[in-house]
């Protein structure tokens, strides 16, 4: 039996992660300002041009919300079932999904973040099963594909594998552009699963242990800052704390540029990094991967864009992350939107989990 299912586009998730907003809800235009660019649209090709010969009957919504990526995908057979207004919103996101209801889809797959994740369970409830194809900036929530290759299989496969109950997370991205991490379990979708294609939630470690860990990767760390070298120090806790045993205060949720014992740019977009790599080509890049995701690159840090890291070079990406992390987080993932950058990672990455201690992890790279 044919497959049908119904697609949507947020077509401004993810807008803000480059220049260093942290989301884009509520924030398009100071995104545009910053000189964002969009970039979901981009992700959605990639994995429905995948599935253009797969015997699949196709609904979506008009113009920007869909139709323009199936059409450049090269699907032909699809059905409009909803035509919003301009600019869309969170409300044509459910109105989306309800006109893909009433034509009785077996699938709703949608491109956007957690945001959109939230809109998508409002509408479709537990009634048939979601799919996210991921482009937003964080992406905490349980219901997405590590990336655009992994959505197309798990759309291929989906009526013939298993769902399991999978988080939809609410951020608060006010609290969260202002340094402070507050989530909550928003829900639960139906997720088409497959082991490695379909990412896990976040999960956040606050034991007495980690916290010791965090100090041991600190002081490491610390000891071995080379004098005359740029640092940009991704998101997180762990990477925080090497910014305070340095002496310097850090952006816990954004990216900071650190040099000779100074912090050169606080919670640096893209842009900036650029600038300052061109100043000082000598440079380390210390990122740290989500807990239990394993998302080293493309979640929560895409001011550490593919252009960035080429030009630091791979071979100066140093990851972090405590013994208690790591023994949750099975697999390192990066999903920098440029796959070609993405294979030149390799199939492990060695972390640095202790004082002079490291674990080698597989990277998984989903095709």
Known sequence: MMQTVGFLLNPIAGMGGAVGLAGTDGQVAEALRRGAVPHAHDRAVQALSLLRSDDI????????????????????????AYRPDQPTNGADTKAACRAFLDAGVDLVVFCGGDGTA??????????????????????????FAVNPAAA????????????????????????????????????????????????????????????????????????IVLPET?????????????LERLGLSPTLLGV????????VARDADERTLLTLLDEYPQAKIVASPIGAQGFVLGRGNQQISPGVLRKAGLRNLIVVATPGKLAATPLLYVDTGDAALDREVGDTLLVVSGYRMAQRKRVLHPE
């Open 256 to 263: 900071d540029a650190v040099r000779n014992g100074e912090v």
């Open 57 to 80: 009957a196709w609904y979506t919504a008009a113009a920007p919300m869909g139709e323009d990526v199936l059409i450049e995908a090269g699907i032909d057979r699809f059905t409009v």
């Open 118 to 143: 939230r809109d998508v369970l409002d509408a479709v409830g537990r009634s048939v099963p979601v799919l996210g194809i991921p482009a937003g900036v964080k992406m905490y929530s349980a219901v």
């Open 152 to 223: 197309a299989d798990l759309i291929r496969q989906a009526g013939g594998i298993g769902c399991r109950d999978s988080e939809v997370m609410d951020i608060d991205e006010e609290a969260y552009r202002s340094g402070l991490l507050s989530t909550r379990l928003y829900g639960y979708a139906s997720v088409p699963y497959i082991p490695e294609r379909t990412q896990g939630g976040k999960q956040v470690f606050e034991q007495q242990d980690e916290e010791r860990a965090k100090d041991d990767i600190a002081a490491f760390m610390a000891e």
């Open 230 to 242: 740029l640092y940009i120090i991704g998101a997180g806790s762990t990477t925080a704390r090497i």
